[in-house]
C-alpha cells in the first residue's frame, strides 16, 4: 500500500506502506489411506488464498496458507496443454508445489530514492500460477504378473499373499490390478501385482489395452505367467513373443527391465512335453516351473523375485551415491526476453516478463508509470520497437494494456 508516517511533531514524514503477503502455493501431497482419484471427479478446482494487503507503519501483510491436496501413491502430474511431466508422486508423504503462489506487492518504502524520497506508488501482487492438469494413477509394485487371460495369474496371487482376487475360468475375470504382500522371512517381503490379462493388440489399446500397460512401467520386475499346459490350444512359445512384442510396442524401454519366465499349470497333462520345447527355443531367461493350484516350486520362484529385487535396490543405492557427487551449472537468462509482431496497426510486444509487469503495475499512479516507462527504456523495449517502424502515436500492446508510443 501507499502510506506515510503520521506523527506528532513529524509534519513530513516519509513512506510507511508495508508489502502485500505472499499468495498461498498449491500442494499434492501422496497420503497412504488413499487408493483412487475418485475425488477429483467431484472437485477439479483448487485455488489457494491470496495474501493479505500491506499496512501502514512498514507493516506487511500476512502471507496465505498453502493449500495441500491428498493424492494416492502413484499419482502421475502432467500439464493438461503440454503433457510435460509436473510431479511423479510415489513416496509416502513426497509433496510437489503443483501451482506457486503470486509474490506481494511492494509497498511505496521500497520505491524511495535520493531523487524520489516519498513516492506515491506500490506495486500490484504478482499473479500466481494458473494450471490445468492431467491426473494418473499408476500402480505401485515391485513385481508384476503379466501374460493371457486366464494363465494363472490370479490363482497364483491368491496363493502366496492374502490378496484373494476374483477367479474364474472365463477370460478378463481380472479387470483392475490387485496387490498382494508375499512375506518370505521376518525381514524379506515385497509388493506383488495381479494385472489384467493381455490381448494381442493391447499397445493399441485392445481389450483392457492401455488400463493395463501403463501400470506394467511402474513394476521393477515383469513375471511372465505362460500355461504351459495349453489347456486352451494356445502356444506357450507363440504366447511368450506375444507378450514381449507387445510390451515393447508400448514401451520399448520395457525390454530392458528383469523378468522371470513362470510355467504353470505344470500339475497337467503333456506340460513336461511343452516345457522342454519351451525351454530349447527360449533360453535367455529364468525359467520356474510351477503349479498354482497344487503349489508346486511356488518358494523357489517367491525367492528368486526377492532376490533379484535386493540386486535392483543395490543397483540403485549405488547409482544414487554417484549422481550426488555431480554438479550442475546453469546460465542465469536475461531479465526480459521478448519478441515484437504486427496485429494489423498495433505492435506487439509479447513477453511473460512483461506480461506480469503490467499485471503487477498501477497506472492510476504517476510514479508508478514513470518506473515502468524507464524499464521498458532499459531493457530494450523502445528500441526495439523503433526499429520496427514504430514512430510518435502508433499503439502497442503489452499483455492486455494498449499504450501510445510517443518519442
Not at 490350444?233 to 522371470?260: C, F, M, S
Amino acid at each position: 500500500m501507499v502510506a506515510y508516517r503520521r506523527e506528532k511533531y513529524v509534519p513530513m514524514g516519509g513512506p510507511a506502506g508495508g508489502d502485500g503477503g505472499r499468495g498461498g502455493d498449491v500442494i499434492f501431497v501422496v497420503e497412504p489411506g488413499l487408493r483412487t482419484l475418485m475425488d477429483f471427479r467431484y472437485q477439479r478446482h483448487f485455488r489457494a488464498k491470496l495474501g493479505e494487503n500491506g499496512r501502514p507503519k512498514n507493516q506487511h501483510g500476512a502471507n496465505a496458507e498453502d493449500l495441500v491436496v491428498k493424492v494416492p501413491p502413484g499419482t502421475i502430474v502432467r500439464d493438461a496443454q503440454t503433457q510435460d511431466l509436473i510431479a511423479d508422486l510415489t513416496e509416502i508423504g513426497q509433496r510437489a508445489v503443483i501451482a506457486k503462489g503470486g509474490r506481494g506487492g511492494r509497498g511505496n518504502v521500497r520505491f524511495a530514492t535520493a531523487k524520489n524520497k516519498a513516492p506515491d506508488m506500490a506495486e500490484r501482487g504478482e499473479p500466481g500460477e494458473v494450471k490445468d492438469v492431467f491426473l494418473e494413477l499408476r500402480l505401485l509394485a515391485d513385481a508384476g504378473l503379466v501374460g493371457f487371460p486366464s494363465v494363472g495369474k490370479s490363482t497364483l496371487l491368491s496363493v502366496v499373499s492374502a490378496a484373494r482376487p476374483k477367479i474364474a475360468s472365463y477370460h478378463f475375470t481380472t479387470l483392475s490390478p490387485h496387490l498382494g504382500v508375499v512375506s518370505l522371512d521376518n525381514e524379506r517381503s515385497f509388493v506383488l501385482a495381479d494385472l489384467p490379462g493381455l490381448i494381442e493388440g493391447a499397445h493399441e489399446g485392445l481389450g483392457l489395452g492401455h488400463e493395463f500397460l501403463r501400470h506394467v512401467e511402474r513394476t521393477k520386475i515383469l513375471v511372465h505367467v505362460i500355461d504351459m499346459a495349453a489347456t486352451e490350444g494356445r502356444d506357450p512359445v507363440a504366447d511368450y513373443h506375444a507378450i514381449r512384442n507387445e510390451l515393447i510396442e508400448y514401451n520399448p524401454y520395457l525390454a530392458e527391465r528383469k523378468q522371470v519366465v513362470v510355467a504353470n499349470k505344470m500339475d497337467l497333462p503333456e506340460s513336461k512335453e511343452n516345457l522342454e520345447q519351451f525351454r530349447q527355443q527360449i533360453t535367455d531367461v529364468e525359467i520356474y516351473p510351477i503349479s498354482a493350484i497344487s503349489r508346486d516350486g511356488i518358494d523357489a520362484l517367491m525367492y528368486c523375485i526377492a532376490t533379484l529385487l535386493d540386486e535392483l535396490q543395490a543397483a540403485e543405492s549405488t547409482r544414487i551415491e554417484a549422481e550426488q557427487d555431480e554438479v550442475v551449472y546453469r546460465a542465469r537468462a536475461p531479465r526480459f526476453i521478448f519478441t515484437i509482431g504486427r496485429d494489423d496497426t498495433v505492435f506487439v510486444v509479447e513477453s511473460v516478463e512483461l506480461d506480469k509487469l503490467v499485471t503487477m503495475t498501477n497506472f492510476d499512479q504517476y510514479d508508478a508509470v514513470k518506473r515502468f516507462q524507464t524499464i521498458l527504456r532499459r531493457s530494450g523495449v523502445d528500441s526495439a520497437l523503433r526499429a520496427e517502424g514504430a514512430k510518435d502515436g502508433d499503439v502497442i500492446r503489452i499483455g492486455d494494456m494498449e499504450f501510445d508510443f510517443v518519442e
